[in-house]
């Protein structure tokens, strides 16, 4: 049994479990990787806001059940200041994020995504991220992370693995194709080419 397309789906997974566990946030998206200045203009208009990033992996390692992959993530909180309609009473950006974060963290705490081979989540903390820039921009950024360690294959046959691992996609290219199709060199396959090599 393999647990490698799990991983596959781990992403999305958070993602499906935070859009049913803080309703209260309207924009909760998977993003491509750390959350940069560049980023900031698209939260102007789309504020309190989650963005899901997969944040890379660290070493395999070994335990009795299989191998196993430690998967960094990153969950950022953006928020901006409201009014609320009914009293006029400012709520401050600082304030939601805060309150956010700690929701985003209590929901990940023990969370298995419901997925086969998912560990419960390890070093998970949040973090105020404010700097000048969100201020001045009228913004308030927390960031949540923690490591979630996922069983890739069983001991001792993890070949079941390899081949999951095969058919996973990276921007809709396989990332290991056991068929590569190697292309053509006119230096080293015709004879007829200045420098050619046998």
């Known amino acids: 049994m393999s647990f490698a397309s799990d991983f596959a789906n781990l992403r999305d997974a958070v993602v499906a479990n935070l859009r049913t566990n803080i309703p209260g946030v309207p924009s909760i998206e998977p993003h491509g990787g750390a959350f940069t200045q560049a980023d900031i203009a698209q939260f102007m208009t ?12 660290g070493a395999c390692y070994r335990n009795n059940y299989g191998v196993i992959l430690p998967t960094h993530f990153s969950v950022v909180v953006v928020t901006k200041d409201i009014v609320d309609p009914a009293t ?28 086969d081979g998912v560990y419960q989540p390890e070093e ?6 404010y700097s000048v820039d969100f201020f001045e921009r009228g913004l308030a950024l927390w960031e949540v992370t923690w490591t979630t ?17 095969a058919k996973i996609y990276v921007n809709g290219v396989l990332f290991t194709d056991p068929n590569p199709v190697i292309p053509s060199d006119p230096l080293r396959d015709t004879p007829t080419e200045p420098g050619w090599t046998p």
């Not at 006029?88 to 997925?115: C, E, T, Y």
């Not at 998970?124 to 991220?129: A, D, H, I, T, Y």
């Open 124 to 129: 998970l903390k949040s973090v105020n991220q």
């Open 88 to 115: 006029g009473k400012k709520n401050p950006r600082d304030h939601q994020a805060a309150l956010i974060a700690n929701a985003v963290l209590l929901n990940v705490m023990s969370n298995r995504f419901g997925l």
């Open 149 to 165: 360690p996922v069983t890739l294959g069983l001991l001792p046959d993890i070949t079941a693995t390899i081949a999951a691992l």
């Open 46 to 57: 789309q504020t309190p806001a989650l963005r899901v990033a997969l944040m890379g992996c």
